[in-house]
């Protein structure tokens, strides 16, 4: 199997731009897609981006996905910071039997 | 609205049998295209996929947590469930039923969580 490498957290000031690696140890990063999740203390995950790039319904335009085949990674980028966007946000993806495999987790603090 | 909702005992006696029920509202799992998941956040860290089961009874598990881990359901109930034996103070988490889209693989919505500790 493989793993999923975020950095444990990031930091930003409201208004800026982040970006949240999560590179694959094994295969292909376009062999499966990535999901991203956000979730806020004390509560279940929600879905950021699906698919590489796709954004669920009611998810702002200011979060985007991709991969990168050259590094083997995935990104999601929150650009126009705000304060509510702090929270826990987590890759996902999966191998050929379809087993799960979720990254570490990245800490994003808007300060 | 799909609506996920776990269920059971909220502290196991350690070497004793976890036994978790996630009701499911708004959506039938015999409509297929879904998998009906088991997900674990030990506390203060990330997530870990326990496994899955279609509603044709395939099932799907974590092969770190394969030897003691059942996943069945009962569509009759519009339920699935969660069997985690000989369980220890590491397995002490909140445990999250979700389903999953079978072609993107995508966990789309999420119960609430339920704690579970494992104490004497």
Redesign the interface.
């Known amino acids: 199997n493989f793993m999923l490498t975020q950095p444990h957290s990031v930091s930003e000031s409201p208004g800026k731009t982040v970006t949240i690696s999560c590179t694959r140890s094994s295969g292909s990063i376009a062999s499966n897609y990535v999901q991203w999740y956000q979730q806020r203390p004390g509560s279940a995950p929600t879905t950021v981006i699906y698919e590489d790039n796709q954004r669920p319904s009611g998810v702002p335009d200011r979060f985007s996905g991709s991969i990168d085949s050259s590094s083997n990674s995935a990104s999601l980028t929150i650009s126009g910071l705000k304060t509510e966007d702090e929270a826990d946000y987590y890759c996902q993806s999966y191998d050929s039997s379809i087993h799960v495999v979720f990254g570490g987790g990245t800490k994003l603090t808007v300060l | 609205q799909v609506q996920l909702q776990e269920s059971g005992p909220g502290l196991v006696k350690p070497s004793q049998t976890l036994s978790l029920t996630c009701t499911v509202s708004g959506g039938s799992i015999s409509s297929g295209g879904y ?1 009906w ?1 088991w997900i674990r956040q030990h506390p203060g860290k ?4 326990i496994g ?1 089961i279609y509603y044709s009874g395939s099932t ?1 598990y ?2 770190s947590l394969k030897s003691r881990v059942t996943i069945s359901v009962d569509t009759s109930k519009n339920q699935f469930s969660l069997k985690l034996s000989s369980v220890t103070a590491a397995d002490t988490a909140v445990y ?1 039923c ?1 389903r ?1 889209g079978s072609t ?5 919505y ?4 339920t704690l579970v500790t494992v104490s004497s």
């Open positions: 998998y998941s990330g997530l870990e996929w899955y799907y974590n092969p999250y979700a999953a993107t693989m995508t966990f789309d999420w119960g609430q969580g």
